[in-house]
C-alpha cells in the first residue's frame, strides 16, 4: 500500500541510549517532515527535509539529527535520549508546491525514555 | 511556536448535530489545511482551502476562510458517532517551503 511507513510502532529507552526512527515513503514525495506529539500541545516540528541532501531545523530540534540521502528515507535519530523526549513522533510527506494536496502521515513512533 | 490555534478545546454533542470547530492564525498564509486524528493513530488529511477562497465543501464538511480576521471555521453537518476524533488546523506560510504549522487541536465527542 502506497503510504508513509514508521519504524517501530512503540520503542523504550533508557536515559542515555541512541536510536534511529525509520519514515519510509513511496509517493515520490519531495516534502518530508518530522514532528512530535504531546499531550495538550498539539505537533511541533523537529526537522523537515524539500528533497534528497537538504535539511532544516524545524521549532524544536535539540537531541535530534537528521539525514536525506534519498527521496524515499527520512530517518531521525536520537543521540542520546532523555525523558523529556518521551513521545509520540510522527513523520509525514507531501509533492513540493503549495496548495498542492495536504500531507500524508505515518501512523507514528510511540517512544519512552525511562 | 504554534501558528493556529483552535477553539473549543473540547466539544460534545449528541448524533445528528452539527459541531462547530474554529481556528485563529497568526501571519499571513497561502493555504490553511483540516486534519483528524483518531485516538492512537495519524493524522488524516480532510480539506484544503487556499488564501483566495472563502469557502469550501467536502461531503459533510464545510469550511469558511476569512483572511481578514486570520480565522478559518470546520463545520461537520449531521455528526456521526464515527466522527469522534481531535480536530488540527495547520497553515502553509506565504514564505514558502517552509512545512506545516499544526494547532493544538479540539477534541470532539459524538455522543450516540
Known amino acids: 500500500n502506497a503510504g508513509v511507513t514508521q519504524t517501530p510502532k512503540f520503542q523504550v529507552l533508557k536515559t542515555g541510549q541512541s536510536m534511529t526512527l525509520q519514515c519510509a515513503q513511496d509517493?515520490?514525495?519531495?516534502?518530508m517532515s518530522w514532528y512530535r506529539q504531546d499531550p495538550g500541545m498539539g505537533l511541533r516540528l523537529i526537522h523537515y527535509?524539500?528533497?534528497?541532501?537538504?535539511?532544516d531545523q524545524g521549532e524544536v530540534p535539540n537531541g535530534y539529527n537528521v539525514s536525506r540521502s534519498t527521496t524515499e528515507d527520512f530517518p531521525l535519530r536520537l543521540l542520546s535520549a532523555a525523558p523529556s523526549q518521551t513521545s509520540v513522533y510522527f513523520c509525514?510527506?507531501?509533492?513540493?508546491?503549495?496548495?498542492?494536496?495536504?500531507?500524508?502521515f505515518g501512523s507514528g513512533t510511540r517512544l519512552t525514555v525511562v | 511556536s504554534q501558528q493556529g490555534e483552535e477553539d473549543p478545546q473540547a466539544l460534545s454533542i449528541q448524533e445528528g448535530e452539527n459541531a462547530t470547530m474554529n481556528c485563529s492564525y497568526k501571519?499571513?498564509?497561502?493555504?490553511l489545511q483540516w486534519y483528524r486524528q483518531n485516538s492512537g493513530r495519524g493524522l488524516v488529511h480532510l480539506i484544503l482551502i487556499r488564501s483566495n477562497e472563502r469557502e469550501k465543501h467536502s461531503g459533510r464538511l464545510r469550511v469558511t476562510l476569512d483572511t481578514s480576521k486570520k480565522s478559518s471555521s470546520l463545520l461537520i453537518t449531521a455528526s456521526r458517532a464515527a466522527d469522534t476524533a481531535s480536530y488540527f488546523c495547520a497553515t502553509d506560510k506565504v514564505s514558502g517551503n517552509t512545512p506545516l504549522v499544526f494547532g493544538k487541536g479540539t477534541r470532539l465527542s459524538v455522543i450516540a
Open positions: 501571519t499571513s498564509i497561502n493555504n
Open positions: 509517493m515520490n514525495h519531495e516534502y
Open positions: 509525514a510527506s507531501r509533492r513540493p508546491g503549495q496548495g498542492v494536496d495536504g500531507y500524508t
Open positions: 527535509s524539500v528533497g534528497a541532501g537538504i535539511t
